[in-house]
């Protein structure tokens, strides 16, 4: 058997290494663009000088060679022949497969703002060229416009401001990190953030980039006229799917490659995982549990994504951690919303008829985990006679003979 | 692979499972002696809960097969070793992300309280015979047993 995965991130690397912990004799090879293998989630720690190259990564020094997988780094596949199986790379060399995993990921997106792909200091953040580009720029620069208020660009505005740069947001809605937050626990970070000199632009959208002679974004224009200049620009404002190379195959795509719950493509003996994949948030645990998913069934065990929950972040500037999990903003008035507000501790749980639709969780997240497991599940707490801040794993408490938890519901 | 098994039937809410993680986890001592309730930086891995029906129920890592704690890590610091079966947390490696304490369904995890750094991680006692949590439990609530995966 010889199995081909196609990318070095959470979902390739975690496939290949199921792959190897299930089949101990067959060829493993892993075909990247990326000649290091590091965490994403991590780039903005690069540039806050946090992290170097050997911190970034999350695997150990030599998981190929203990795993006994090929690495080609470095190469760019240009093609899926499905009905030979083999893919072709960018330049002109070829691999065959019994089986093949996609794990391509996405690449960040500039929006279609005049001026902005043009500008040779404008960038986005999802590869480590991505950020040491930034880092190089950072040195010369004082002033950076950040657009996109959700957790990567918080992330990139946080670690910009420890560089010392005065960094404007720029968020189209009322309150930084909509997806995730109220506009209460916002306002914990936005206070975080202007305290240490940011500005914070809600309810705005860029316009237009003002180009100097060298063709750099000098000037920031938003739609309600205001023009912020800058010396650099960073864009976080969505993704799409490294896929190119599946056309003329069977697989079928919609914003990303569409998988069944067993991460098999339509095209027989392909299969994918990760942020290539369409119809869900691309999270960490998610392109891991995707990617040990469609190894198990590469080699022919039969196993299925249980769930495939990904509304739960968890974020963590200037010391205070926050949790968000489903959907804290209600969309009507037919839900029933419990906070508890200390002014520190800041608590909010959404629901409706026993079933918990979301929930934050701001400066004390213990032992919070099974609201994640009760919102992704749906499961119902109407019988539960108890403060619903006071919920935990205890109220569903039953052991395996295993000695494993499991949920049992009441 | 060992597990610490529950009982949570045995259990008396006396808390000691909680002061033996204490004492373990202590720099200054792992003697009961050199314990310090009120030094905020000693930390318990595990920890007790009531149920709706004010019962205690220990809760202790149970090392999972399929660690969401894991899956869900981006930094590479919390992993489950293939050859002692246990979940391992280094916190070198960790990056503070919380997604650990979002993900474990058990609700085993919470960031350290003083610096919320540091994830506060069950490591059976360094892998020896008797975990103090088992060692401290009077009713014997808890206990180890082997376990196939």
């Not at chain 1, 626990?185 to 500005?199: D, I, P, Q, W």
């Not at chain 1, 995982?273 to 069934?297: F, R």
């Not at chain 2, 949570?8 to 050199?34: P, R």
Request: glycine share 8%; aromatic share 6%; hydrophobic share 35%.
């Amino acid at each position: 058997m010889k199995y081909l995965v196609l990318g070095a991130s959470a979902a390739g690397i975690n496939g290949a290494k199921t792959l190897r912990k299930l089949d101990k004799n067959s060829s493993i090879t892993l075909i990247s663009v990326d000649d290091k293998v590091y965490s994403r989630c991590m780039l903005h720690l690069y540039i806050g000088k946090k992290r170097n190259l050997e911190t970034l990564s999350f695997i150990d020094k030599d998981f190929f060679n203990r795993n006994n997988i090929e690495w080609i780094k470095n190469k760019r596949v240009s093609k899926v022949e499905s009905k030979e199986k083999k893919v072709i790379l960018e330049d002109g060399t070829f691999h065959e497969y019994d089986k093949l995993l996609i794990a391509t990921g996405s690449s960040a997106a500039i929006p279609p703002v005049e001026n902005l792909r043009e500008g040779k200091n404008v960038f986005t953040l999802r590869n480590l060229e991505d950020a040491m580009a930034i880092d190089k720029l950072v040195n010369i620069s004082k002033t950076a416009v950040v657009i996109g208020g959700g957790l990567i660009g918080i992330d990139i505005a946080v670690e910009l401001i420890n560089r010392g740069l005065k960094v404007h947001i720029v968020e189209m809605v009322s309150n930084i990190l909509p997806m995730q937050l109220d506009e209460r626990s916002a306002k914990t970070y936005e206070r975080e953030l202007m305290k240490r000199g940011a500005t914070i632009l809600t309810d705005k959208l860029a316009q237009k980039g003002v180009l100097d002679s060298e063709n750099n974004v000098v000037e920031v224009i938003l739609t309600d006229g205001t023009r912020i200049g800058t010396d650099m620009v960073v864009v976080a404002a969505g993704v799409r799917a490294n896929a190119d190379f599946i056309e003329g195959t069977n697989i079928e795509f919609d914003r990303g490659i569409i998988v069944d719950n067993r991460c098999q493509t339509a095209e027989e003996d392909i299969y994918a995982a990760g942020d290539v994949c369409a119809n869900k948030p691309g999270i960490w645990p998610l392109a891991v549990n995707e990617g040990i998913t469609a190894a198990y069934n590469m080699v022919g065990i039969d196993k299925k994504i249980e769930s495939s929950f990904g509304f739960k972040n968890s974020m963590n500037f200037y010391g205070i951690p926050t949790i968000s999990i489903g959907n804290p903003n209600p969309k009507d008035h037919s839900y029933q919303i419990s906070i508890y507000d200390d002014g520190q501790i800041y608590k909010k749980i959404v629901h409706k008829d026993g079933i918990v639709y979301g929930a934050i969780f701001q400066n004390d997240i213990s032992y919070i985990g099974p609201f994640t497991k009760i919102i992704g599940d749906g499961i119902a707490m109407d019988s539960i006679d108890k403060n619903i801040f006071k919920i935990g794993y205890g109220d569903f408490f039953h052991v395996k003979p295993n000695g494993e938890f499991e949920y049992k519901i009441i | 692979m060992k597990r610490i098994m529950i009982d949570k039937d045995k259990c008396m809410a006396c808390l000691g499972c909680v002061l033996g993680c204490m004492a373990e986890h202590n720099e200054k001592g792992k003697s009961i002696y050199d314990l310090d309730l009120e030094d905020r930086t000693n930390e318990s891995r595990n920890h007790i809960e009531l149920d709706h029906k004010q019962n205690p129920i220990p809760i202790v890592c149970r090392h999972c097969q399929e660690p969401e704690c894991a899956i869900t890590c981006m930094s590479g610091a919390m992993t489950k070793n293939d050859e002692t079966g246990l979940v391992e947390y280094d916190k070198d490696k960790c990056a503070a992300c919380f997604m650990c304490v979002m993900s474990c369904p058990y609700g085993v995890l919470k960031p350290d309280r003083v610096n919320k750094e540091v994830i506060m991680k069950c490591d059976m006692c360094d892998n020896k015979d008797t975990p103090r949590c088992v060692e401290f439990c009077p009713t014997k609530a808890l206990y180890t047993v082997e376990v196939m995966e």
